[in-house]
């Protein structure tokens, strides 16, 4: 873990718009290029319709052009280390390999670091799909 992207991530946390759980996330991805981006959480009153941090973070890579990401930073005010829902960890091994490393942490400075693998075991990926 970089200590840019503990930044990143605990600064866009703050832009969370959670105003239905109080539960705001920040993520920040590095692409391949070392640029990192950002995400939080956006919820919505049709739930389940909001957008998780991790997934706006990955979606600002691939805006700006990289469809690689080579670690990951994810943030909450939780008494433990929230891990990614099952829909993120699946984005995450789209755009990152399996010995990618996540670290997820708390606002009070709990930390724990998985690989993507770790992370979603028995993912699906471009093997099932057939030749």
């Known amino acids: ?13 703050a832009h969370a718009y959670a ?10 991805v590095r692409g391949a290029s070392g640029r990192v981006y950002v995400g939080c959480n956006v919820e919505n009153v049709a739930y389940p319709e909001g957008t998780c ?12 052009g990289e469809t690689a990401l080579t670690e990951a930073y994810v943030i909450a005010a939780s008494p433990e280390p929230v891990t990614p829902c099952g829909g993120c960890r699946q984005k995450l091994a789209e755009f990152g390999a399996g ?5 997820m942490a708390t606002t009070a400075g709990v930390e724990r670091v998985m690989t993507v693998a770790d992370l979603l075991p028995g993912v699906f990926s471009t093997v099932h799909m057939g030749s």
Request: glycine letters at 8%; charged letters at 20%; hydrophobic letters at 55%.
């Open 1 to 13: 873990m970089t200590s840019d992207l503990k930044d990143a991530a605990t600064a866009v946390r």
């Open 19 to 28: 105003p239905y759980s109080g539960f705001k996330v920040g993520a920040a």
């Open 53 to 64: 941090a991790e997934a706006g973070a990955i979606a600002a890579l691939v805006a700006a």
């Open 99 to 103: 010995d990618v490393r996540v670290t």
